[in-house]
């Protein structure tokens, strides 16, 4: 899989891919509409943040590539590759209690906080992607 290099981009099967893990240099773009949002990209190798409606969704530090991100009534599937381990950010329902699989291994329960930011640790081979699955309880 290779970065975005549009930084963002809506895929043929309705998802929505971004980041670029690969930049030196910070990169951003926004208002990009999908789904009737407004959403908007920063990234590089260091960080990459995306923003709806002004609103927080997904940080990773250092900077990834997101593939395939698609929202469902209890969740979010998406793919995600870089160049070393990540910690990633997740906007979703505040105190609520998650089911979260990475490379389709149970990672247990994770509740988020008072401000719904839900925090994971993911161990990243560069070149290959990691499938990440967050479900509601």
């Given at each position: 899989?290779?970065?975005?290099?549009?930084?963002?981009?809506?895929?043929?099967?309705?998802?929505?891919?971004?980041?670029?893990?690969?930049?030196?240099?910070?990169?951003?773009?926004?208002?990009?509409?999908y789904e009737g949002d407004l959403y908007?990209?920063?990234?590089?190798?260091?960080?990459?943040k995306l923003e709806k409606n002004g609103?927080?969704?997904?940080?990773?530090?250092?900077?990834?590539?997101?593939?395939?991100?698609?929202?469902?009534e209890n969740g979010v599937d998406f793919?995600?590759?870089?160049?070393?381990?990540?910690?990633?950010?997740?906007?979703?329902?505040?105190?609520?209690?998650?089911?979260?699989?990475?490379?389709?291994?149970?990672?247990?329960?994770?509740?988020?906080?008072?401000?719904?930011?839900?925090?994971?640790?993911?161990?990243?081979?560069?070149?290959?992607?990691?499938?990440?699955?967050?479900?509601?309880?």
């Amino acid at each position: 899989m290779a970065a975005v290099k549009e930084l963002i981009r809506k895929e043929a099967d309705g998802t929505l891919s971004f980041g670029d893990y690969e930049l030196v240099a910070k990169s951003k773009k926004s208002d990009f509409e999908y789904e009737g949002d407004l959403y908007k990209i920063k990234t590089f190798a260091e960080i990459t943040k995306l923003e709806k409606n002004g609103m927080f969704v997904y940080e990773s530090v250092p900077g990834t590539t997101v593939t395939n991100m698609k929202y469902r009534e209890n969740g979010v599937d998406f793919f995600v590759e870089g160049k070393e381990d990540a910690q990633i950010t997740l906007e979703l329902e505040a105190e609520k209690e998650y089911i979260v699989s990475i490379d389709e291994k149970d990672s247990g329960v994770m509740k988020t906080n008072l401000g719904g930011k839900l925090n994971l640790s993911v161990e990243i081979n560069e070149g290959q992607s990691v499938k990440i699955a967050v479900e509601a309880k």
